[in-house]
Structures are given as structure tokens and as C-alpha cells.
Nanobody
């Protein structure tokens, strides 16, 4: 069973940065394509970044150029570097396997609030 733990969220001013981490002791992040997702109140969960096993990344236009997904295999950890944050980035952020792998067993996520 996938057990992923997200961390690194918090309150940040518009224009600020945060780095989210997603750790898994079972090496899930090393052997699968991974994704970061977010869900704002009253909205559907959406993908904000994906990373294939080969290192290819994709982002929706809403975050492209501001968000960067990466992986540290030695630490079984996937990161999401978020720069130039906007109030509309406020959401709970989750990591899981990539959308095309049918992610299940969602963790608790980490809250990101962008506000002055």
C-alpha cells in the first residue's frame, strides 16, 4: 500500500516561495512516475506537476515556469519547488503516482496559503 507523506506547506506572501516534500519509505517515488496535485476548497483535485521515470516533466499552464517537480532517489523523496506564488495557488497539496497510473490511497496533504 502506498504511504506517502507530504510536508513543507505553510503561509506565504504573494510572490514568495515554498518547497514541498513527499517522502515514502517503500521506494514508491523511485519506481513510479509521480505527480503533485492540489485541491482548493469547493474545487476538484487537479494535477500541477508530473515527473516520469525518465525525468520528463509536465505542468499545466497555470503553474508552468513557476513550479518545478524533482526527485531524490537516495532519499525516496519527490519535491515541488513553488516560486512566484499567487493567492490562487492556495490549496491542499498532495503527491501520488502520476495520473495515468490511477492514484489511490491519498495522504493528508500539506496546506499552502498564499496571502498578504
Amino acid at each position: 500500500q502506498v504511504q506517502l507523506v507530504e510536508s513543507g506547506g505553510g503561509l506565504v506572501q504573494p510572490g514568495g516561495s515554498l518547497r514541498l516534500s513527499c517522502a515514502d519509505s517503500r521506494s514508491t517515488v523511485n519506481i513510479n512516475a509521480m505527480g503533485w496535485y492540489r485541491q482548493a476548497p469547493g474545487q476538484r483535485r487537479e494535477v500541477v506537476a508530473t515527473l516520469t521515470r525518465g525525468g520528463k516533466t509536465t505542468y499545466p499552464t497555470s503553474v508552468e515556469g513557476r513550479f518545478t517537480i524533482s526527485r531524490d532517489n537516495a532519499k525516496n523523496t519527490v519535491y515541488l519547488q513553488m516560486n512566484s506564488l499567487k493567492p490562487e495557488d492556495t490549496a491542499v497539496y498532495y503527491c501520488n503516482v502520476a495520473p495515468w497510473l490511477g492514484p489511490t490511497n491519498w495522504g493528508q496533504g500539506t496546506q499552502v496559503i498564499v496571502s498578504s
